[in-house]
């Protein structure tokens, strides 16, 4: 029976593609990506140096397919990957690390130190060093499809009260949509207002849309933990579902993950192209303002600021889109000394928030942002993450900071110029 | 004797395991092999890999203050030896002699001496920065001080051996610049060629999702 560290070893060889091998060949140990990882800059220690956590995954590339490291290790100048490696490394693989990826933004040598995170993670999570909060996520994923445990009868309860408040009709398994929207389990437990803005704003927009029954959840938290299989079996259920309401479209809702998961990921893990164009939510409201479609009167003299979710601008390429949108609206819309890509991240990111354990060190992390915060004094703090929400609202109460947060898509639908209003007839 | 081997013999080997070395090493890059990437692309990736090859050349500016040191101790080292490496008076007399069998354009005295003192500082500034640094402390291993060492001692003998008034000075030069040849394919002094491939596949993947970085 393979021991779990055979099994560690035997999942990080298979990670081990030219990519990886070209960024450990190249890196030449300077340690710039230390001042860009705030579990570094916020904690000075320097065990959270980027590379550093790479430590096992570097010993399996030199163990296994580096002449000069199998010769080391022969002579024993060298130590091969144990058990107590990746023990000792759990923490530093997913307590500290957000999967940001604003240190690959300054390698010198260009090396994608996330996109080797995200595979040594595989490693890790097969042969079982990962913390039981992500463990417990993929669990809940696998069984009600959400990782909070957000079932179908939550969403629906939530769709009727939406449904009751607003006098919208949200479209559940609608026929002849274009479009099916995934929502965030936080969405529907925590700021059920987004799916009240989506049926307001689409309404008007005249967008055929509609949710699913059997795929509602964009969470994926294999791609979280590091596991594949997971995350291909989240993504599939998308597809199947999206394939059986013949939907042109899928729309990622304000989460940053799981646009990663579905936009980037999704047709590498099933293995094909996707039947259908996936869009981020920000992405198709900056397309309906473009359009004419989506439109706003009045606007806010509050002065704000808007975090840009580290997955939809460093791995997305949303940048451009939420700053026109929130321009739309904003008069004293200000930004933050870093932000657009060299955004630094709300803590949370890459199961960060679903790992407990975590918590103190997230909290320390949260420093830098509350200084970005304090430095630019701002009223409010716009964002389009559900997750990044959350931790910057645990961090700022934490701190007794009292800045509101807000969505994005909420902002724009409490401003949305809304015509008469015909008979609601949902996706039609 | 020692003279003869040096320029003889153990010039040819250290050349023969530099070159087959190097191409070993960047062919076991393309042997791991690369998924093709099945999710619908934003921007070709070709532009972006080159884009992103010229652009890290330049370290983000926001690094300057807490790295501004490092950066800067960088830049003096790699441009000092670059200039020495290909323009010093020798070198160019050496690769005309012995590799390519035609010259180019050298440094002027002053120019070499000015060369030499930039990649001296630097790569002594980059050494101490190793070994008292906390972060670099922690992450540097074996290679990276055999590295730092034998590039310095290289430097060194070779300008101890400019005036040529002493040939065991050159002798020991070349010895040296040998032991570093066979060292090369085996280091992290690999950089010097694959880091055009490992900003090369980053830039590749951020042009692909329209990143702009």
């Known amino acids: 029976m393979e021991t779990r560290l055979e099994k560690a070893v035997s999942a990080m060889k298979g990670q081990i593609d030219a990519r990886v091998v070209s960024y450990f060949s190249s890196c030449i140990h300077c340690g710039l990506c230390a001042d860009a990882c705030l579990f570094y800059t916020e904690t000075g220690d320097p065990r959270y140096t980027p590379i550093y956590k790479l430590e096992p995954l570097r010993k399996v590339w030199r163990q296994e397919y580096s002449f000069w490291g199998k010769l080391a290790l022969k002579l024993g100048l060298e130590k091969p990957l144990t058990e107590d490696d990746l023990a000792n490394w759990e923490d530093l693989i997913y307590d500290g690390c957000s999967l940001c990826a604003r240190c690959t933004l300054v390698c010198p040598v260009g090396n994608d130190i996330v996109y080797m995170i995200r595979r040594e993670r595989e490693g890790m999570v097969a042969s079982g060093y990962a913390p039981e909060g992500l463990q417990g996520a993929v669990e809940r994923s696998l069984r009600t499809g959400s990782p909070m445990g957000v079932s179908l009868k939550t969403l629906q309860a939530s769709i009727r009260n939406v449904e009751k408040d607003s006098g919208l009709k949200v479209p559940l398994d609608a026929e002849g949509a274009d479009y099916l929207a995934l929502l965030s389990s936080m969405e529907v437990v925590n700021f059920p207002e987004y799916i009240e803005a989506l049926a307001r704003i689409f309404r008007e927009a005249g967008v055929r849309w509609t949710l699913s029954s059997e795929a509602y959840e964009a969470t994926n938290s294999g791609i979280q933990i590091g596991d594949s299989k997971v995350a291909a079996e989240l993504v599939q259920r998308v597809v199947t579902a999206a394939e059986k309401l013949g939907v042109k479209y899928v729309i990622s809702p304000e989460c940053g993950h799981a646009y990663t998961a579905i936009r980037w990921e999704g047709p590498n893990l099933i293995g094909r192209e996707l039947p259908f164009k996936v869009v981020h939510i920000l992405e198709l409201l900056d397309q309906l303002r473009r359009e004419g479609k989506l439109q706003t009167e009045g606007s806010t003299d509050e002065r704000l600021t808007f975090h840009d979710p580290c997955q939809l601008v460093r791995r997305g390429g949303v940048v451009q889109e939420p700053r026109d949108l929130l321009n739309m609206v904003a008069t004293d819309f200000v930004e933050m000394a870093d932000h657009g890509v060299m955004n630094w991240c709300c803590g949370g990111g890459g199961g960060v928030s679903a790992n407990e354990r975590a918590e103190p060190l997230r909290l320390k992390a949260f420093n830098r942002k509350k200084r970005q915060l304090e430095d630019l004094g701002v009223q409010t703090l716009v964002t389009a993450c559900a997750n990044c929400r959350m931790v910057l609202e645990e961090g700022l109460e934490e701190n007794e900071m009292y800045i509101p947060v807000i969505g994005l898509t909420e902002m724009l639908a409490e401003r949305l110029v809304e015509h008469e209003r015909k008979p609601d007839t949902g996706s039609g | ?213």
Not at chain 2, 69 to 92: N, T
Request: proline share 5%; glycine share 8%.
């Open chain 2, 1 to 213: 004797m020692f003279t003869e081997f040096v320029d003889g013999p153990f010039w040819y080997f250290s050349a023969t395991v530099f070159v087959v070395g190097v191409l070993w090493r960047l062919l076991a890059i393309f042997r791991a092999g690369n998924l093709h990437d099945l999710a619908p692309s934003r921007a070709p990736g070709f532009p972006g890999a080159v884009r992103m090859t010229f652009r890290r050349f330049i370290v983000h500016r926001e690094f300057l203050r807490p790295a501004g040191l490092h950066v800067i101790a960088g830049y003096m080292f790699h441009i000092g030896l670059f200039a020495l490496l290909f323009f010093a008076a020798p070198h160019v007399e050496f690769y005309k002699e012995r590799i390519f069998g035609f010259g180019w354009p050298t440094l002027p005295h002053w120019a070499f001496v000015l060369a030499a003192d930039f990649a001296f500082a630097g790569l002594l500034l980059l050494w101490l920065h190793r070994l008292l640094h906390p972060v670099r402390r922690l992450i540097s291993n074996v290679d990276d001080h055999i590295a730092s060492i034998l590039v310095f001692l290289v430097m060194l003998t070779g300008c101890m051996a400019l005036f040529e008034s002493f040939d065991p000075l050159r002798v020991i030069h070349y010895f040296l610049a040998e032991l570093l040849l066979i060292y090369f394919p085996f280091s992290s002094l690999m950089h010097t060629f694959t880091f055009v491939l490992s900003r090369g596949f980053t830039g590749s993947t951020y042009a692909h999702h329209g990143v702009d970085a």
